[in-house]
């Protein structure tokens, strides 16, 4: 029952005015057709990274430079792009750090080495094969079920001082044992209005969602992933920060308001459970993992060495996680019962993908299912890690809290507040002809549109000579990502590996070299098969060595690979003769959790309900088409001028409009 993916203009059209769930099947059956462009990309991929074009001597190629691309340019270019959820500039940076030299997810790198050791430790003392476990499968009559266990305290005594009534402590917990988590019984009376005050612990709810707002979310998730590269590492992750302000535009108006809104839920529920007055939004990020079968032929590995599946303590690698939700929008099925589904469209079934705490004795493991919200905190008493997909595609929405309002996310819309990796990677992801929606698939750069249409080779250097060198020094490797796609946050692992010192060469020579593209999925995936099976009888363990690529190292300053960035793109743009289109680089952007400002004035915690009404009048607000999407401030609202279908030659000859399509979900044919 697979539809087609439909040709790209032609979806957008479908995308404007179908349900939810037709919605849906098309954008699953488009969401692996990125790699069409793979030849274009890899060419000019290849035609930016190979050093030889620099300097090569070629007369009116790059013989001169223009100067008339200031570095306000380029700053205005590096506004657009959205950054990867990290703390912001008033995170208490201590000891002078600035912008410049802030390379680290804690205040500090003494806080940070601090905080990955203790992380590190505790992997070790938790991994191995053939730990037992306890597999939770359903709430109890209450819809949720709750556990506590004792907090670790050493994170939350790092960086800004503890939030009274917030941050987590030894609370009621007290007489609880180290590494061993206690279900309370909620049958007990006094137990069921803030379980877990003051305490550390895990929260499970059912029914979090109502049908609809699940379907809407799936299809928030796939339409905001379009066009995305897919982190392929041994298994393939695609991740959206739909978070970030310049997120928006992905999300829609009708996506932000259901984004919101479980937000808001999501708060409510933790300061109910946890008995706290006051936290901040700290991250979001949706989550979509496939099977390996279904991994497309553009998979690169965006985020070196990271594996979906590794353990981690989501407070050791963000300052700002006090405490943790993860929202589940489709379920587990085990392979074996039978009954699954794994090819359904708006309901598909995965199996693998279980989510476990691990506790000092066995580990707490939970089934993912549609509308299945778990919450716990942030800190090292919940060490967690999930299984690998092994069938079908796996969808969650990862929200993260503070409660230090300081450390909210706040979207960084300047070059300034990027660190340097995330920097050079958006940069470079621009110039291999990335629109500034980040659509690869739908339209790549202009200029780089120009040479395919013109069916003119694109300018690759003959010689690949530096290409090689780069990879046998171990210069880092930079894929192009779009805006909103971050680098892990469960890792402290940069973007852009530790870069090597520079040597004499010019620092164009510095610039980024192809990623090496993975084969051999089909082998993996038959291991991790083999080990899924093993999970399922007993052991969920996956990682027998635990991973540490952990690194601070990053030693190329802000400065000299923004300049390196500007030569680069002057040197582009010399060669293609147009700027980079700036047009809609200044957008007004408003913060996306306004609301949390309303919240701080609010000091009462509420019973929360929700009720059928509260999901029926959010189902209303998402009867409208969900790619119906507005402009933020009207500013560059396109006033459609022709019909769906509309031809370009129709549009400006007939019409006498104005046409332009290398945008998505506005008007390709519009007055202005
Ligand atoms: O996907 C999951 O269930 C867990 C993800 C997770 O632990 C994280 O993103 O920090
Ligand atoms: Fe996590």
């Known amino acids: 029952q697979r539809t087609e993916c439909p040709a790209p203009h032609d979806l957008e059209i479908e995308l404007t005015r179908s349900?939810?769930?037709?919605l849906i099947r098309f954008l699953r059956s488009c969401s692996r057709m990125a790699h069409s462009q793979e030849?274009?990309?890899?060419?000019?991929?290849?035609?930016?990274?190979?050093?030889?074009?620099?300097?090569?001597g070629e007369p009116g190629t790059f013989g001169h430079e223009r100067t008339d691309h200031g570095s306000t340019d380029l700053r205005g270019l590096a506004g657009q792009l959205s950054h990867a959820d990290r703390p912001t500039?008033?995170?208490?940076?201590?000891?002078?750090?600035?912008?410049?030299?802030?390379?680290?997810?804690?205040?500090?790198?003494?806080?940070?080495?601090?905080?990955?050791?203790?992380?590190?430790?505790?992997?070790?003392?938790?991994?191995?094969?053939?730990r037992p476990f306890k597999l939770i499968t359903a709430a109890t009559d209450f819809g949720r079920r709750i556990w506590k266990v004792r907090c670790d305290d050493r994170l939350y005594r790092l960086g800004l001082a503890p939030v009274v009534q917030c941050t987590p402590s030894g609370g009621p917990s007290g007489s609880l044992e180290d590494g061993k988590a206690v279900e309370i019984d909620q049958n007990g009376s006094s137990s069921t209005f803030h379980p877990l005050r003051g305490g550390c612990g895990r929260v499970?709810?059912?029914?979090?969602?109502?049908?609809?707002?699940?379907?809407?979310l799936i299809a928030l998730v796939e339409d905001s992933m379009r066009g995305m590269y897919h982190q392929v590492y041994e298994g393939a992750q695609t991740s959206f920060a739909a978070g970030a302000a310049s997120a928006k535009k992905q999300l829609g108006s009708m996506g932000v308001a259901l984004v919101d809104e479980i937000i808001r839920r999501v708060m409510d529920t933790i300061k109910r459970d946890f008995g706290i007055s006051q936290i901040f939004s700290a991250g979001l990020l949706f989550s979509r993992i496939w099977e390996d079968a279904l991994i497309p032929a553009d998979g690169m590995d965006a985020q070196p060495g990271h594996r979906y599946w590794n353990t981690h303590v989501d407070k050791a690698n963000r300052a700002s996680y006090d405490y943790s939700a993860l929202l589940y929008l489709n379920s587990h099925c085990r392979e074996a019962s039978g009954t699954c589904?794994?090819?359904?469209?708006?309901?598909?079934?995965?199996?693998g993908g279980l989510f476990s705490w691990m506790d000092a004795a066995s580990d707490l493991t939970v089934e993912p299912r549609k509308?299945?919200?778990?919450?716990f905190t942030g800190g090292l008493e919940n060490v967690h890690r999930i299984t690998k997909v092994t069938r079908g595609t796996r969808y969650v929405i990862g929200m993260w809290f503070t409660c230090h309002e300081e450390l909210r996310y706040v979207d960084a819309l300047s070059a300034e507040t990027q660190t340097k990796s995330e920097f050079l990677t958006d940069?470079?992801?621009?110039?291999?002809?990335?629109?500034?929606?980040?659509?690869?698939?739908?339209?790549?750069?202009?200029?780089?549109?120009?040479?395919?249409?013109?069916?003119?080779?694109?300018?690759?250097?003959?010689?690949?000579?530096?290409t090689q060198r780069s990879k046998k020094e171990g210069v880092p490797t930079i894929p192009p990502r779009r805006k909103g796609a971050t680098r892990s946050h469960q890792e402290g692992v940069p973007a852009v590996p530790p870069r090597q010192k520079r040597q004499t060469r010019s620092q164009q020579e510095d610039l980024p070299t192809a990623p090496p593209r993975r084969n051999g999925a089909l082998e993996t995936q038959q291991n991790l098969k083999g080990e899924a099976e093993i999970a399922l009888s007993g052991d969920v363990s996956q990682n027998s060595s635990p991973d540490y690529s952990y690194g601070l190292n990053d030693d190329l300053s802000f400065e000299e690979a923004l300049n390196a960035y500007q030569t680069a793109l002057r040197k582009y743009d010399e060669m293609y003769g147009l700027g980079v289109d700036n047009s809609e680089a200044d957008l007004a952007v408003t913060q996306l959790h306004a609301e949390s400002s309303r919240e701080s004035s609010s000091n009462s915690i509420e019973l929360l309900q929700i009720s059928d009404e509260v999901k029926a009048a959010n189902d209303n607000i998402l009867k409208q088409p969900l790619s119906q999407k507005v402009n933020y401030d009207g500013k560059f609202e396109r006033k459609d001028c022709g019909y769906p279908g509309i031809t370009a030659k129709?549009?400006?000859?007939?019409?006498?409009?104005?046409?332009?399509?290398?945008?998505?979900?506005?008007?390709?044919?519009?007055?202005s």
């Open 650 to 671: 129709e549009c400006v000859k007939e019409r006498g409009c104005r046409w332009d399509d290398t945008k998505i979900n506005v008007p390709w044919c519009f007055a």
């Open 341 to 351: 589904i794994f090819d359904g469209i708006t309901q598909p079934h995965f199996d």
């Open 19 to 22: 349900s939810v769930d037709t």
């Open 427 to 466: 940069t470079a992801r621009i110039l291999q002809g990335v629109d500034d929606n980040g659509r690869v698939s739908i339209a790549p750069h202009p200029q780089v549109q120009r040479f395919v249409e013109e069916d003119r080779p694109l300018p690759v250097a003959p010689n690949r000579k530096g």
């Open 204 to 216: 499970l709810h059912d029914g979090f969602l109502s049908q609809s707002e699940q379907l809407h």
């Open 89 to 130: 500039e008033s995170s208490g940076l201590r000891g002078g750090a600035s912008t410049k030299t802030l390379t680290t997810w804690h205040a500090s790198e003494e806080d940070q080495r601090a905080a990955q050791a203790a992380q590190r430790e505790l992997i070790d003392r938790r991994s191995g094969m053939g």
């Open 39 to 56: 030849k274009l990309i890899a060419d000019v991929r290849t035609m930016l990274s190979d050093t030889t074009l620099v300097g090569s």
């Open 371 to 375: 509308g299945r919200l778990l919450t």
